[in-house]
């Protein structure tokens, strides 16, 4: 896999499920990979890319910036409040906004700021203990708090669990976004990006298709 095939494929997937060419955006996922297969991704031109830790991203961001200019980052993995100021000055998206304690500090931090990155608020469709996310059952009171804090939610995120079929759980992310409305909803991974784009995702979160298989340690 590479580049232009998985913009090919996101191309088919939206021509297949009546959607405007380019509606959708491509994340290119770059945690852990090494800097030249980055580079490579950033010499043909991509510019949007995801992280999954405010650490990471805070070493290797700054100096691909200086060199290619402006990117857009997402922060897709778990934000503790303690590296919340830096990750909002790094990250362009926000994707993990999971807990009304988080949501208090970014708030304190956008007016301290004067500034906030957009963000989604990542919701745990499959209920799984382990993994971060707001219930379904608690999303809209959620998402109404945050907006009373004059937070910029622009939409909702999810990671299906791995046993389950991805669409039922992209389709009812599209739901809870759709009764709050909200536009974006960042949705898929390298196995099942095009299902996502059928049930409506607007961004997809695309790492090992693209770079290769991330190296183990
Ligand atoms: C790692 C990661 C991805 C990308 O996964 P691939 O299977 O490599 O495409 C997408 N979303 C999140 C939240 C991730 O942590």
């Given at each position: ?168 759980h992209f389709a009812l992310l599209a739901k809870i976004a759709e009764r709050n409305g909200l536009d974006i909803l960042s949705m898929g991974m390298s196995g099942d990006f095009e299902t996502a784009i059928a049930t409506g995702a ?16």
């Amino acid at each position: 896999m590479s580049l232009s095939d998985i913009r090919q494929r996101i191309a088919a997937a939206e021509r297949k499920a009546d959607r405007p060419e380019g509606s959708v955006e491509l994340v290119a996922v770059s945690k852990k990979q090494p800097d030249e297969r980055v580079l490579s991704v950033l010499e043909q031109g991509h510019r949007v890319f995801g992280e999954n830790r405010v650490q990471e991203a805070q070493g290797k961001w700054p100096a691909f910036r200086e060199q290619f200019g402006d990117c857009m980052l997402h922060l897709i993995g778990p934000l503790q409040s303690n590296k919340a100021r830096v990750a909002m000055e790094l990250f362009d998206v926000i994707e993990v906004l999971d807990r009304p304690k988080l949501s208090k500090t970014l708030a304190r931090l956008a007016q301290e700021l004067g500034s906030c990155p957009d963000l989604l608020v990542q919701v745990n469709t499959g209920e799984e203990p382990q993994k971060a996310g707001i219930l379904p059952a608690d999303a809209d009171a959620f998402i109404a708090d945050c907006l009373a804090l004059d937070l910029p939610i622009r939409g909702l995120m999810c990671i299906p669990p791995v046993e389950e079929t991805p669409a039922l759980h992209f389709a009812l992310l599209a739901k809870i976004a759709e009764r709050n409305g909200l536009d974006i909803l960042s949705m898929g991974m390298s196995g099942d990006f095009e299902t996502a784009i059928a049930t409506g995702a607007t961004h997809v979160r695309v790492g090992s298709a693209i770079f290769g298989e991330r190296p183990t340690e």
